[in-house]
């Protein structure tokens, strides 16, 4: 069985579902950067969080077999960290590249589940894990990572009112 399709509104749900079933995430905010910004003013994040940051999808492979890529990149976050204690903020990024690194090993154990849309999809050197300094009080370690995903360029001629010109 190939790799799932790993659209924008199935990560959504799936990382939803990882902070929904993790003993160490608290909540979580989407791909919008507009919803992270006023969830974090209202403060409606209770540390620590995940929040997808990028999402982006990209092509490689040749020409006959050109796979698509899903770019994407999630942090745990500790917000609510008093600007001076330096110490604190270190110990909130150690803590969150751990919970990453969970995530992660969560992540690539559904990629080894043939029935689970990930199947197949986790490219682990792709894997890239930095410090975050989010703002002045919220710190943790931020994700980059790449799935492989089965959308392909192949032509739907039904989606095309003009396709039979260009023959």
């Not at 995430?25 to 919008?32: A, D, E, R, T, V």
């Not at 050109?66 to 150690?94: C, G, H, M």
């Amino acid at each position: 069985m190939k790799n799932q399709d790993n659209s924008y509104l199935k990560m959504k749900n799936y990382f939803q579902e990882i902070v929904e079933n993790s003993v160490d995430i608290n909540s979580f905010s989407g791909f919008s950067s507009t919803e992270l910004k006023t969830r974090e003013a209202n403060d409606e994040l209770t540390q620590p969080y995940l929040a997808i940051f990028d999402y982006s999808m990209g092509l490689s492979g040749p020409d006959q077999n050109t796979i698509s890529v899903r770019k994407l990149s999630f942090a745990i976050v500790y917000n609510n960290i008093p600007e001076d204690d330096f110490d604190l903020q270190y110990q909130a990024i150690d803590n969150a590249e751990d919970i990453v690194l969970q995530v992660l090993a969560m992540i690539k154990h559904h990629s080894g589940l043939e029935k689970h849309f990930l199947f197949n999809s986790f490219i682990k050197e792709s894997v890239d894990i930095d410090d975050l300094e989010l703002n002045s009080t919220s710190y943790g370690s931020v994700c980059y990572l790449e799935l492989k995903n089965n959308r392909t360029l192949r032509l739907d001629k039904n989606r095309w009112l003009t396709i039979e010109n260009y023959n």
